[in-house]
Structure formats: structure tokens, C-alpha cells
């Protein structure tokens, strides 16, 4: 489904400020895999996504997608395969554009755009039926501008938008962390719906170790650019936080120490 | 003020009209501060003259002007999008290497159009006075401008413009093209201003190199002027409000212009210092309504 094999990135290469983030990480993703993402701040999470996304070209390695090459591939190209969600609830929708503009801007993600209709009358009970699955009342506002909706519910929006039209494979990058603690819970309940009933292939970074122990089939864990654990089945399933904490430093080879340093 | 420099203020508001929807579309629409317009406007002016006096139908030579400022806009795009020039710095250079084109263009700094046919021929056969007929045959250009960009800004494709100028990076996860839309973008905002140009050289009978000269600045003003009196809250409106903000700076313009206080009153030259201070004036309005409300 996605095969990442051995990709190297470097920030600022040649600089005093040189950067390894991604030392020649490889991982293979299988259909229908919800893999969970952690490591301490600064170990390549971002980055590793950001790869795959193809807002940076890896220095060397190389990314496929459904045994398409695409690591050279222009992000917008790329778009095609893959549905996102970032940190930052204002990057996911468009502010000045109404909800269902927002709603057919994604429902065309990858695909031509020519000189019909934006928004389609056809498409309008479907986007009302989508956003009343949210449960926040969007139904009935679908001209209200995304601007004026709050965080939690711009990101609830983005999370639809991503995966309205079926992305091969979704990326969540701490989708939740720049939200309230209620608000984040609901959008993580919403992720896990939209996740199990369409199936979808899915990398979700968290800085919380209980939501990567709780939600996937699989966890992975990143050091310094490199994948440093890969459990699934039923050895997740019976993972504590404390065992992870303990592997962790056991694969840095340093002594136990605070956890402040992996839950970032 | 006389009614004939109404009609002016109302002629030049409407024909102006054109160029204040380009610009309302880059920096707007697009968020792309675009100055290749000082050179797009009389690249319209120069391309249509010189169709005009090669015997092409004045309708025709307004297309041809389009296309050439359409082509103008898409350089500037060019430059910001696939060579990383700061797209301020981009627009100076197009609009700088369109002075020499301009000039190569007509052989000469500039082209007499009397004695030609013109679009203006078309509405002087109703009747109308002249002063009368122009204002409203640009009238007409406007609102079938208008018209066609609020519809192309509600098609899929226009969504997607609306979408980079907001948003680069969520249009992008979208699966669209920046660059491309940033290229057309521009492009079309300078072809309305070409077209534009090309209507003020059929209107006044001659194209000339420096009709361009503080094109952008009078277009912004009547932009920010529209919106803040008349508001900007659909598309639609917005744009509307930008041809009745063209219409009310050149009017604003005439007011002054026939101002006489003792012995003072402002001459041409002094148009310029009235622009900056009407900008300014629209700008700080908002921050002192604000205020005052406190
Ligand atoms: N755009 C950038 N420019 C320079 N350095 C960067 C950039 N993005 C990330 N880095 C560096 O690369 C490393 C990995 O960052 P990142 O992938 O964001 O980590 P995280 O796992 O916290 O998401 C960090 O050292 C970070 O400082
Ligand atoms: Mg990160």
C-alpha cells in the first residue's frame, strides 16, 4: 500500500544549522493498517508525513503509493492518494469560503475542475447529511463562511473533508493537540468512526501514549529519524504505557528517566 | 461641479471600472500585490490602436488586447510561481520590460486613433448625446464583466482561486495546482485591465506609453473606497462595490479638481497626493469608527 524504504532528509544541509531529520527510515504500510505514530519531540514525525504528503522531497530513498514511485511527485499530484488533517485547525479549510464551498472544494480532491457549478444542488442533502453526523448543528449553516466557526468545529469540518471523497491512505498529524481537552476527545471519537467504518489506511501522530495505545492496530515509534519499535495484534493490544516507556530507553540504551521526553 | 465633469467623473469612473475588477482580483481574490498593470493598461491601449488603425474591427481589437494583457499577467505569474521572484518585485519587471514592448508595439511613444472607427461609434448612431452614450456603453462593459466573474468565481475552477488566495496550503491537499492558478489568476486581472486600456485609447482617441502611470495606485483606491462604503460581504457585492468605488474616487477626483477655496485650487498634478490621502483616509476610517464606538 505505501512503501517508505530508507529515506533520508536533511534540513539545512551543509549549514551549521544541518539537520538529520529522517535517517534512512523505512516502513511498510499495509491496507487497512491504523497506525498510531509517537517519539519524542523532534524525532521525524512531521517530517516523515510531510514526506509522504510531498511537502518536501526526501535527499534520498524513495516513497510508493499503491506501487506507484511517487517520490518526486509534486504534492498537489499526490493529493489524489491521500486525505490531511494538520495540527492547525485554521490550515485545513478555506476561512473566507462557505462551508459547502469548503465541502466541494474536497469533494474534487484530485480529480480535473472545470467551469460547472462549484457547488452542486445534487450534492447539497449529502453534505447536510455528512455534517449531521458531527452532531454540532453545521447542517444547517452550510453558507456560513468556515471563519466563523470554532477550532474544534473547523477541524471536525476538516476531518470530513478528508475523507469524503475515500483517500488511499489518511495522515493526521496531532490533529488534536492545539484542542481543548472535550473537544479534542470528540474529535478523536470522530476519527476513530470515520476510520473503522470506511476502513481506511491511516498514520495518526499523537504525543499522547493512552490514545496510541488505545486507538490502531498498530504503533509505531520514532527516534532521531529512524523507526524504533513496530508492534501490532496482540502485542498492542497488551502494551502499557509503562512498557513502552521501558523500551523506549531500553532502544536509546539510557537509563529510565523522565516521560517527559517521549510525550513530548 | 458641472454636469459635463459629472459625466466625465462618470465616464472615466465606469471605463476605469475594468481595471479596478482586475486589480480587486489580485489583491483581493488572489492576495497577489500585482503592479503589472501600469504596463498591462496601455498594452491594451498600444495593441488596440495599433489593430484599429490596421483596419481590424474595434470589437476585435479589444479581444486582441485582452490576450495581450492576459499574456503579460501570466509573465508576472511566471516569474513568482516557477522562478521564486518576490511577486511585488515580479510585477515591477513585467511591467518595466512592457514600457519598451509598448512602445516597439506602436513604433512610437504614441498613436492617434482620429478619424477611426471605434466601439463608441456603436452608441453614438442611438442618439445620445456623446457625453451620455460613453458612461453608458462602459456601463454595459462593467456589468457583463461583472456578470461573467461571478459566475466563473462560483465554478469549480473559480472556487479554486478564491481558494489560493485564502489558503495556498489547504487548496493544495486539495489537489490543485498553485501555480497554475496563480498564473491565470494574474493573467486575467491584467487582460481587464488591458481591456480597460484599450476602451481609454478608443474613448480619447490616442494610446500613449505613460497612460499607465499610477494605474495600480488609483485602482486600489477604488477598490479600498468600494468596499468600505459600499461593503464586501458576497463576491458579488464586492465586486460592485469595486466599480462603484471607481466611480466615486473619479468623482471624489472631479470634486476636488473644481474646488476653489480664495485664491487656491488643486491643479492635475496634484492628483496623486489626493489618491494617497483618499487611501489613507479609507484606511484609518475603519480603526476610527472603532473608537469612537468605544
Ligand atoms: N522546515 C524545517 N527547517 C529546519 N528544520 C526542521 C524543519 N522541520 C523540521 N525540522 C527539524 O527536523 C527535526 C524533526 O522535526 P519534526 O519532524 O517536526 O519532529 P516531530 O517528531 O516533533 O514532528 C527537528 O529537529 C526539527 O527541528
Ligand atoms: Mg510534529
Not at chain 1, 148 to 161: E, I, K, N, W, Y
Not at chain 2, 122 to 151: D, N, R, T, Y
Not at chain 2, 249 to 268: C, D
Request: glycine share 10%.
Amino acid at each position: 500500500m505505501l512503501e517508505i524504504d530508507n529515506v533520508t532528509k536533511y534540513f539545512n544541509r551543509g549549514t551549521v544549522n544541518e539537520v538529520l531529520a529522517l535517517n534512512g527510515l523505512s516502513l511498510s504500510v499495509r491496507e487497512g493498517d491504523f497506525i498510531t505514530v509517537i517519539g519524542s519531540n523532534g524525532a521525524g514525525k512531521s517530517t516523515t508525513l510531510t514526506c509522504i504528503a510531498g511537502g518536501f522531497t526526501p535527499d534520498s530513498g524513495s516513497i510508493r503509493i499503491k506501487d506507484e514511485n511517487i517520490t518526486n511527485w509534486p504534492e498537489f499530484r499526490r493529493a489524489a492518494f491521500i486525505g490531511r488533517v494538520f495540527q492547525d485547525p485554521l490550515k485545513g479549510t478555506c476561512a473566507s469560503a462557505s462551508i459547502e464551498q469548503n465541502m466541494a472544494l474536497a469533494l474534487r480532491r484530485g480529480k480535473p475542475r472545470g467551469l460547472s457549478k462549484g457547488v452542486k444542488d445534487k450534492d447539497r442533502p449529502w453534505f447536510r447529511e455528512q455534517l449531521a453526523t458531527l452532531g454540532l448543528g453545521l447542517e444547517n449553516r452550510l453558507k456560513d463562511t468556515a471563519g466563523l466557526l470554532s477550532g474544534g468545529q473547523r477541524q471536525a469540518l476538516t476531518m470530513l473533508m478528508a475523507t469524503m471523497e475515500r483517500p488511499d491512505i489518511l495522515l493526521l498529524d496531532e490533529h488534536t493537540a492545539a484542542l481543548d481537552p472535550k473537544t479534542a476527545n470528540q474529535i478523536l471519537e470522530l476519527t476513530h468512526t470515520i476510520v473503522e467504518t470506511q476502513k481506511l489506511t491511516t498514520l495518526m501522530v499523537t504525543h499522547n501514549m493512552h490514545q496510541a495505545l488505545n486507538f490502531g492496530n498498530r504503533l509505531i515509534m520514532l527516534d532521531r529519524g529512524e523507526v524504533i519499535l513496530d508492534v501490532g495484534g496482540e502485542e498492542k493490544r497488551n502494551l502499557t504505557v509503562e512498557d513502552l516507556l521501558q523500551r523506549f530507553y531500553a532502544l536509546r540504551g539510557e537509563a529510565m528517566g523522565s516521560d517527559k521526553l517521549l510525550l513530548g | 461641479m458641472t454636469w459635463y465633469a459629472f459625466y466625465g467623473a462618470l465616464e472615466q469612473g465606469f471605463v476605469y471600472g475594468l481595471l479596478v475588477l482586475g486589480v480587486y482580483l489580485t489583491f483581493r481574490v488572489l492576495d497577489f500585490p500585482d503592479l503589472t498593470v501600469d504596463g498591462s493598461l496601455p498594452l491594451g491601449a498600444a495593441v488596440s490602436s495599433v489593430a484599429i488603425t490596421s483596419g481590424v474591427n474595434p470589437y476585435l481589437s479589444l479581444i486582441l488586447a485582452m490576450g495581450a494583457g492576459f499574456l503579460a499577467g501570466m509573465v508576472t505569474g511566471i516569474l513568482n510561481t516557477k522562478f521564486r521572484i518576490l511577486h511585488l518585485l515580479a510585477s515591477i519587471l513585467t511591467m518595466i520590460a512592457l514600457y519598451s514592448i509598448n512602445i516597439r508595439i506602436m513604433g512610437r511613444p504614441n498613436l492617434t486613433l482620429l478619424g477611426a472607427d471605434t466601439v463608441l461609434d456603436s452608441v453614438s448612431g442611438l442618439g445620445l448625446p456623446p457625453f451620455i452614450a460613453s458612461p453608458m456603453l462602459f456601463a454595459g462593459f462593467c456589468i457583463v464583466a461583472v456578470a461573467v466573474l461571478v459566475w466563473f468565481l462560483h465554478t469549480e475552477m473559480g472556487l479554486t482561486l478564491l481558494a489560493t488566495g485564502d489558503n495556498a496550503q489547504m487548496i493544495t491537499a486539495q489537489g490543485v495546482n498553485t501555480h497554475n492558478v496563480i498564473i491565470f489568476g494574474v493573467g486575467l486581472s491584467n487582460a481587464l485591465a488591458a481591456l480597460s486600456g484599450a476602451l481609454i485609447a478608443q474613448n480619447q482617441g490616442a494610446a500613449d506609453v505613460n497612460m499607465g502611470v499610477g494605474t495600480i495606485v488609483a485602482g486600489l483606491a477604488s477598490v479600498i473606497v468600494g468596499e468600505t462604503v459600499f461593503g464586501s460581504r458576497t463576491i458579488a457585492r464586492a465586486m460592485i462595490a469595486a466599480i462603484l468605488g471607481s466611480v466615486t474616487y473619479r468623482l471624489a477626483i472631479a470634486l476636488a479638481l473644481g474646488l476653489k477655496l480664495g485664491s487656491f485650487s488643486f491643479t492635475p498634478s496634484d492628483l496623486n497626493l489626493i489618491t494617497s490621502i483618499l487611501v489613507i483616509a479609507a484606511l484609518v476610517s475603519p480603526q476610527l469608527k472603532r473608537k469612537f464606538r468605544k
